[in-house]
Each structure stands twice: as C-alpha cells, then as structure tokens.
C-alpha cells in the first residue's frame, strides 16, 4: 500500500518506509493514498473472532505485504496475547444504552498499549 503526506511534499512510500519515517520530509503526516473498504460480509465475517483476529483483518491491508501474512498474524497474536484480560479490551454496561471499553489490560496499563506494543514489534521485524 502506497501512503502520501498531509502536505503533499514529500515521496510517495510503502508501508515499511513509513513505519520506519514517522513524520514525512515535508512534516506532514502519512496517510494512504488508497483507503481500503470493508464490504458489508466482510464486517459481518468479522462477528465472533477474537480481538487479535479482528486486528489482523484490519490492520493487514494497511500493510500491503510488507510483512508476510503469518509474521503479521504471530505479531499481532503475541501482541495481545500477552494483555490482562481475555477480551483484551472489555466492554462493561454502564447505563441501558451506555458502554465503557476498558483500555488499560496492555502491559503498561496505558491505552497506548493497543497500538504501540504492535508497532513495537513491526519495528523488531
């Protein structure tokens, strides 16, 4: 997947470019160029996976084959493996019509944990 900067700057880059970049030349940010689409079957083949499961099927176009299938999928199911809570980000009722997600199962009991402890690992790939 090919991702732009926000200013229009600087060089088109792939994925891995972009993961290791952080701010684009022009300081902009990067963003794709193309946003992937979810068909309504594809949401609803996501009901009853697990959270890492459905990580992987969103997160995996984003990355375009810079890291392979199997390596994404082991990163993503060590990265959440290793939360406090078998949901990994559990949603407690707290009204008739009103939900809290609790983001603080990661290792660092922060809400960052559920994108950076990833990233973490991409980095290391």
Known sequence: MKYVSTRGEAPELEFDDVLLAGLATDGGLYVPADWPQFSSAEFEAM??????????????PFVGGAIDDDALKAMIDETYAGFGHPAVAPLKQIGDNDWLMELFHGPTLAFKDYALQLVGRMFDH
């Open 47 to 60: 009901a009853g996976l697990s959270y890492a499961g459905i990580a992987y099927r969103v997160i995996h």
